[in-house]
Each structure stands twice: as structure tokens, then as C-alpha cells.
């Protein structure tokens, strides 16, 4: 599963990336300096991990990973192919969420490529874009399931109406991903690959000075995606990029101090990354490891079981499941199973995020 970044050039996307990653991609003041999509695969923050490593003092502690794409900075005709975009969207294509980085602070140092600074523009630009090329998409599709469904083909007629209501969506300007899709219509969207439909985390890049509580251009993007089920998170990330620089996590504290900040916000922007993929964890820990794994929100426990070993998936007799909290409190598996806290689940148990997890399985 994979976000990615996007955004106009020089609105941070890059720097933003080296933050998330601690890769060093290329960091420049001038458009279209990001041209190949890099890809970090960055560690999920959580302190659950510390705790269990606390109690279990185990050989090795190995998080939940999320990978991350910063892509090329896209610009108005991109749909066309102008500057990057045919590669920039068939990058976009491939993630499964979208990073949008809003630059939300003044600096004369900086370039803007439409010279002033306006973020709901800049968002504006993007959507357009993007649900331009969504269109382009759909109308072709249209073509080809028009002709299908005039010969009384039911499937080709239920398509068509799933279509046009997609056309007329992107035609009034709003993305694909405004429309509440049955399960049913979902079989017929899931294969076109539409960008708009991709879970949004709008990022508003601001200055030092507004990490905290944001700042007039932030206010603006709150009240401009009011309407869309996407989440605002609020990043300095330049001054990120210099935390990131240091190499002694007490330095590190001290300067998230400093400015008001209890931990990194590229912390935060990581775990609500894994939440927009749709993502959760579950725990398996003995002396040699404490890992934690990633599954999808709603996975039942054999499903669970198969991202350890397809085997585990295949021959899944059951699951012992322990909640966290009953963990934490009790301090060992061992005094969990004395309290009679230890459930055995069979093969509909949805894991729920947190669960600690042993399998027994038969192949």
C-alpha cells in the first residue's frame, strides 16, 4: 500500500519526503526537481511498541512500515501533458492514497510558479487536473459501453448509468471520490484506476511560527474542504527538515519544545497516512521479536494469519487473542491466561487494531 506525495513544484514535497524518510531526495529551488517518483518505505510511529518492548525484552522490535512516493510537481495542463503530467499521472495512479502539500507560508526566497501564494488556488489546480484526466477516462470508457448496452445488455446498461452519473460529477468540479458508491456499482468503478476516488490528507506547509495553530492560509483550506472527508494536518516542514538534521533525540526534544510541539509532525502525518490507506496493526511478541504487522481495517483472523505465512492463512485452526490493554495491565501472557483474558477466535473474528495474536494452524 502506497501514499503519495503531490503537490505544485516548490510547495515542499521533497523536503517533506527527506523528513518522512530519511532519504535524501534531490531538494531544490526550481520546478520539476523531483522527475523519477522516489519511494521510502518509512516506519510507523507507535508507542504501543515501546511498552511491549518494556515488558517482553525481546531480541529485536521490528514496527509497521508504510510506503511513501513523492512525485513530480504537477502543473496546470498536466491532463494535457504539459511539463511532467502524463508521468506524473501515471505515477499517481499506481498509489493507493494522496499526500496533497498545500504551501501555506510567505518566503521571497522561494518561487511561486504563479507568482503569488493562494493555496485553495493551488489545491484548485490539482483537482482540476486530475479530474480532468479521471474524465478523459470515463468518456472513453462511455463510448465503448454506450454501444454495448443500445444492444440490451442489462450489465452494459447498469454500467452506463454508474458512468454518467461519474461524468456528471467531475463536470461540476468535484471529485469522484464525493460519490457514496454501493458495493455493487464499486465492481464497476475499482478497475478505471480513477485518481479522485483515492483518499485525500491535505498537508498545509506554513512557517515556524504557525506550526502550532496554523495561520490565515490554513483557515482557508479548513473551510474550503469542509465538505470533503479529508483530514488537515498542520506541518512546518522546513523547520522538520532541521529537527531531522540533528543527530541527538534530546536535541530533538528540546526543539519541538521550543516551538510547542509535543513530537515530530511528520510523526503524525506517518500514523494518519496508515489510517487513510485504511490500514491497522496487530502484535505478535515473544523473546525473539516483537513485531508489528499491518492488515487491512476489517480482516478477519485468518486473513491476519496470511500476511505472517500464506501457510498460516491456509491450514488457520484458530486464534489466541489478547486486547493490549489487558497486556499492559496484567504484565505478561502468562497472568493474562490466570485473569482468563485470553479469548479463542475462530475463522469470521475480525482483528481489531492493537490485538496481540497467536496462531495455531495445520497444513
Known sequence: MKAGIVGLPNVGKSTLFNCLSNAKAQSANFPFCTIEPNIGVVNVPDSRLEKLEELVTPERVVPATVEIVDIAG???????GEGLGNQFLANIRETDAIIHVLRCFDNDNIVHVDTTIDPIRDKETIDIELQLKDLETVEKRLERVKRTAKTGNKEAQVELEILLKIQETLLAGHSVRTIDFSEKELEFVKPMQLITIKPVLYVCNVDES??????????????????????????????????????DYEERQLFLEDIGLEEPGSSKLIRAAYKLLNLQTYFTAGVKEVRAWTINIGDTAPQAAGVIHTDFEKGFIRAEV????????????????????????????????????NFRFNV
Not at 504537477?74 to 494535457?80: D, M, N, T, Y
Not at 495553530?213 to 498542520?234: F, H, L, P, R, S
Open 322 to 357: 489478547i486486547k493490549y490493554n489487558d497486556f499492559v495491565s496484567f504484565g505478561s501472557e502468562a497472568k493474562v491466561k490466570e485473569a482468563g483474558k485470553l479469548a479463542v477466535e475462530g475463522k469470521d473474528y475480525i482483528v481489531q487494531d492493537g490485538d496481540m495474536m
Open 210 to 247: 504557525s506550526a502550532v495553530t496554523g495561520n490565515d492560509y490554513v483557515n482557508k483550506v479548513k473551510e474550503a474542504v469542509k465538505n470533503e472527508d479529508a483530514e488537515i494536518i498542520i506541518l512546518a516542514v522546513g523547520t522538520e527538515a532541521d529537527i531531522n538534521e540533528l543527530e
Open 74 to 80: 504537477l502543473v496546470r495542463g498536466a491532463s494535457k
